[in-house]
T-cell receptor, first 112, second 110 residues
Framework: GENVEQHPSTLSVQEGDSAVIKCTYS??????FPWYKQELGKGPQLIID???NVGEKKDQRIAVTLNKTAKHFSLHITETQPEDSAVYFC???????????WGAGTKLIIKP | DAGVTQSPTHLIKTRGQQVTLRCSPK?????VSWYQQALGQGPQFIFQ???????QRGNFPDRFSGHQFPNYSSELNVNALLLGDSALYLC?????????FGPGTRLLVL
């Protein structure tokens, strides 16, 4: 079955710098890749998603890139702010399978 | 739009008991998925309901069962609770591929 690996497990960046989180997937049939932000005590919040027919997608300070050949996708956050501190999860799914397969999460720490 | 709502927010049970968790989807969404999230881990898929039927199931035992009502709301039932069932239980609703999550129910089994 599909497996999603996520790195790093913890990322500490200075406020205002950029943060990059990377994920790889194993099944080439996966074609939908969402990213979620989870704050302490809350449910995951969708921040951006990308489908396999697109290589890059941006939404203000957040961007996601997808390399189908290498089977990896990345989340880029620019001009980080204290409120970006949270755990970020990548996930993958395919047309034939309704479940999301999740990475293990990245704890992002923004240092003032 | 109220978003996805779940009840209760917290729950404490003892081993062997049964529990029922509830979820109301976002307005207009017809599909509900349930996930279990252990502390420090990513969510694990339990099952998904669509048109009042279980459409897909993850690798969870039969002790985990569910139901979807005509108004698309859903329940997750867990029988014969084990200590290892302690987790955050998340409900997600969707109309297409994109899943929107509720705040979760924190279950502690003692």
């Amino acid at each position: 079955g599909e497996n999603v690996e996520q790195h790093p497990s913890t990322l500490s960046v200075q406020e205002g710098d950029s943060a990059v989180i990377k994920c790889t997937y194993s099944d080439s049939a996966s074609n939908y890749f969402p990213w979620y932000k989870q704050e302490l005590g809350k449910g995951p919040q969708l921040i951006i998603d990308i489908r396999s027919n697109v290589g890059e997608k941006k939404d203000q300070r957040i961007a996601v890139t997808l390399n189908k050949t290498a089977k990896h996708f990345s989340l880029h956050i620019t001009e980080t702010q204290p409120e970006d501190s949270a755990v970020y999860f990548c996930a993958a799914s395919m047309d034939s399978n309704y479940q999301l397969i999740w990475g293990a999460g990245t704890k992002l720490i923004i240092k003032p | 739009d109220a978003g996805v709502t779940q009840s209760p927010t917290h729950l404490i049970k003892t081993r062997g008991q049964q529990v029922t968790l509830r979820c109301s989807p976002k307005s207009g969404h017809d599909t509900v998925s349930w996930y279990q999230q252990a502390l420090g881990q990513g969510p694990q898929f339990i099952f998904q309901y669509y048109e009042e039927e279980e459409r897909q199931r993850g690798n969870f035992p039969d002790r985990f069962s569910g139901h979807q009502f005509p108004n698309y709301s859903s329940e997750l039932n867990v029988n014969a609770l084990l200590l290892g069932d302690s987790a955050l239980y998340l409900c997600a609703s969707s109309l297409g591929r994109t899943q929107y999550f509720g705040p979760g129910t924190r279950l502690l089994v003692l």
